[in-house]
C-alpha cells in the first residue's frame, strides 16, 4: 500500500520557518493529490493545503495564507510545505495526504496517510 513518511518538523521561535517533507512510495506520485493536515492537541483535524495531481493547482486554509506554501518534486516522489512567519497557533502534529479522488480541501479525499511530525512554535 502507499507510504508517506513525514519529516522536518521540530522546535521553533514565533516568526521563524520549517520545510517539512514528505516522501512517498508504492504509488504512481503523479497520479495522486497530496495535502498537508494538522491537528492541536484537544482539535479537530484541519486543513493547511493542497497540491494537485500535476502540481498546476494549489489550495490554502484561511489561517497559513500567504505565510505557507505546498510544492511537489516529481523526481523525488515527495511533497514539501514552506512555512515561514510561524506562530505559536500553528503548532500541532503535520500529516500528510495522497489522494485520488477529488482535489478539495476535505481529509475525505485522501486515502492515504502518513504517521505525522510534530512543529512547536514557541512565543
Known amino acids: 500500500q502507499v507510504q508517506l513518511v513525514e519529516s522536518g518538523g521540530g522546535l521553533v521561535q514565533a516568526g521563524g520557518s520549517l520545510r517539512l517533507s514528505c516522501a512517498a512510495s508504492?504509488?504512481?506520485?503523479?497520479?495522486?493529490?497530496m495535502g498537508w493536515f494538522r491537528q492541536a492537541p484537544g482539535k479537530e483535524r484541519e486543513f493547511v493545503a493542497a497540491?494537485?495531481?500535476?502540481?498546476?493547482?494549489?489550495v490554502y486554509g484561511d489561517p497559513v495564507k500567504g505565510r505557507f506554501i505546498i510544492s511537489r518534486d516529481k523526481a523525488k516522489n515527495t511533497v514539501y510545505l514552506q512555512m515561514d512567519s510561524l506562530k505559536p497557533e500553528d503548532t500541532a502534529v503535520y500529516y500528510c495526504?495522497?489522494?485520488?479522488?477529488?482535489?478539495?480541501?476535505?481529509?475525505?479525499?485522501?486515502?492515504?496517510w502518513g504517521q505525522g511530525t510534530q512543529v512547536t512554535v514557541s512565543s
Open positions: 495526504a495522497a489522494g485520488q479522488k477529488s482535489f478539495s480541501k476535505s481529509g475525505r479525499d485522501y486515502n492515504s
Open positions: 508504492r504509488l504512481t506520485f503523479s497520479d495522486y493529490n
Open positions: 497540491i494537485n495531481w500535476s502540481g498546476g493547482f494549489t
